[in-house]
T-cell receptor
Framework: QKEVEQDPGPLSVPEGAIVSLNCTYS??????FMWYRQYSRKGPELLMY????GNKEDGRFTAQVDKSSKYISLFIRDSQPSDSATYLC??????????FGDGTTLTVKP | KAGVTQTPRYLIKTRGQQVTLSCSPI?????VSWYQQTPGQGLQFLFE???????NKGNFPGRFSGRQFSNSRSEMNVSTLELGDSALYLC??????????????FGPGTRLTVL
């Protein structure tokens, strides 16, 4: 079993919808939780980073971490066609090595 | 500030050959990590170099190796290529000034196809 499991998708939503992307993990040592966005033919870019449990908001994006359930989520409000991409969750221990989910491909249709 | 650059962007090789990929990190970044990305396995960590020393290593066979130079530029080498090595190879650089978490900045990747 993988240390990080990500809802596989693909996900297709109409413009303006709320999108929920989710990952679960098994390693209790994970302390840092990230969401990356990867457009086609590009490398991943960091969207949001959170430390420990709680919520973090940045514009239309909200990252949520529940360490007791070993579950993290990324919510996208008022989704736009430009949000169409693959979203990757990633997690770090204090040793600094990142473990990634397999990614969820999102398509937002105008 | 210029981003992470990787060369070449695309590469076609045949089984049994070897290949060297290059990564130039963001100026001032001392850590370079390499990842393999495939549709079936997702993004998998290969290794990390910091100040010319390998600091972390993933679960890949010894055919995969790397090095870092004094200017922080890094190369990775894959010997005796197999069909399954076809993938997007991503390099990420980081300032590595904190313990635990340091933001990684990814390059565009090198698309390797093994025939």
């Amino acid at each position: 079993q993988k240390e990080v499991e990500q809802d596989p998708g693909p996900l297709s939503v109409p413009e303006g919808a709320i999108v929920s992307l989710n990952c679960t993990y098994s390693n209790s040592a994970f302390q840092y939780f990230m969401w990356y966005r990867q457009y086609s033919r590009k490398g991943p870019e960091l969207l949001m980073y959170t430390y420990s449990s709680g919520n973090k908001e940045d514009g239309r994006f909200t990252a949520q971490v529940d360490k007791s359930s070993k579950y993290i989520s990324l919510f996208i409000r008022d989704s736009q066609p430009s949000d169409s991409a693959t979203y990757l969750c990633a997690m770090n221990t204090n040793a600094g090595k990142s473990t990634f989910g397999d990614g969820t491909t999102l398509t937002v249709k105008p | 500030k210029a981003g992470v650059t990787q060369t070449p962007r695309y590469l076609i090789k045949t089984r049994g050959q070897q290949v060297t990929l290059s990564c130039s990190p963001i100026s001032g970044h001392r850590s370079v990590s390499w990842y393999q990305q495939t549709p079936g396995q997702g993004l998998q960590f290969l290794f990390e170099y910091f100040s010319e020393t390998q600091r972390n290593k993933g679960n890949f066979p010894g055919r995969f190796s790397g090095r870092q130079f004094s200017n922080s530029r890094s190369e990775m080498n894959v010997s005796t290529l197999e069909l399954g090595d076809s993938a997007l190879y991503l390099c990420a650089s980081s300032p590595a000034i904190n313990t635990g978490y340091n933001e990684q900045f990814f390059g565009p990747g090198t698309r390797l196809t093994v025939l």
